[in-house]
Structures are given as C-alpha cells and as structure tokens.
C-alpha cells in the first residue's frame, strides 16, 4: 500500500493520522488505538460543549427528574449547526425520555451509543478509502484499523465526559519525543 494514501482519505487531519498509524507496521501497535483516541477527543472537544453536558448531568441529578416523564423535552443542541454530536445526544435522549426518566445511567448509555456512531462512521469512511485507493497491504491495513478502534470503548470515553465536566481527556502513555512528521525549522 502507498505511505501517501493518508492525505487524501476523506476525513479531517486527526483521523488521517489515525490511518497513517495504520499503514505504517512500526505504529499499528502502540500508535494507532492513541491516534483513534485523539482524534475521537477532538471531535467530542469541538461537537460538544461543557455547558451541554452539565445541562444534561443537571437534569439527570434534578430531584424534578423522577416526577415528569419528559426531563429531555426541552434540550437543544448548539443553533450554529457545527455541533452534530450535541444534535444527535439530543435526539437519543428525547427519545428515551419518552419511555421513562432518564438517570445519569441512561446518559451514559446515550452519550456511549453517540461516541460508538462516530467511530464507526470514521472507521467506515477510512475502511472505503483504503478499499478504494489502498492495493497491496489493503488488509493489513484494514485488520490494524478495526483492532485499534475496537481498543478504544465509548463507555470509558462517556465516563470520562461524564466525570471530568464534560472534556475527554487523552492521556498519552508515551513518552514526548520528536516526531518524524514535525517541521523542526520553524
């Protein structure tokens, strides 16, 4: 497969690192499930806002939450439209409200089921990519890429959100060195 398939993948910078992590044999291992994780932290840090989520965490913790069915009626995502994320955490949460009241476990399971939709949308537009443009190394590619999504579990990135005031946070066990890709002359 060419080292260059990354730069035209279909998909914003963090998950053509993501891609790049795989086709590469050195990363597949240590790089690619860190890469997955950033990039998913960056679309949660731009998709949804501190203030959404303790709106939400609010109503779930409301002593008014047990007594009105409908405790999710009323949210709204971002009006800007740069928030699908929020849009579709919103959506989820309706829905589910009309069965009952939502609790805190009900949120994370939403707010899991929204981070489990965008990596598999990513992984999707990635997978076709590599399928389109890839030629030798194509399954190679394509196995390192469903290992390193599957190691990153939208239960834990929820909980994280959920926990640290609605900001995931990507802990990097590597250490910082320099990189082959960064521009040391600037």
Known sequence: MRDDIHKSAPVNNAWRSVLKHC?????????AAESVRKALAGDLSRELSPAFVKDL??????????LFRGNFEGVRAAEDGGHVIEQQLAERLQVRAKRGPVDMNGLREELAG?????????????????LKAGGKG?????EALRNSFNQVSAVECANQILDGGGKMVVDS?????VSLDENLLR
């Open 138 to 142: 194509t399954a190679e590619c394509n």
């Open 173 to 177: 066990k590597r250490s910082k060195g």
């Open 114 to 130: 929204v981070i489990d939709d965008r990596k598999e949308s990513q992984a999707r537009a990635i997978r076709g990519h590599v």
């Open 23 to 31: 086709n590469r044999e050195s990363d597949r291992k240590d790089r």
């Open 57 to 66: 965490v609010e109503r779930c913790n409301s002593p008014k939450a047990d």
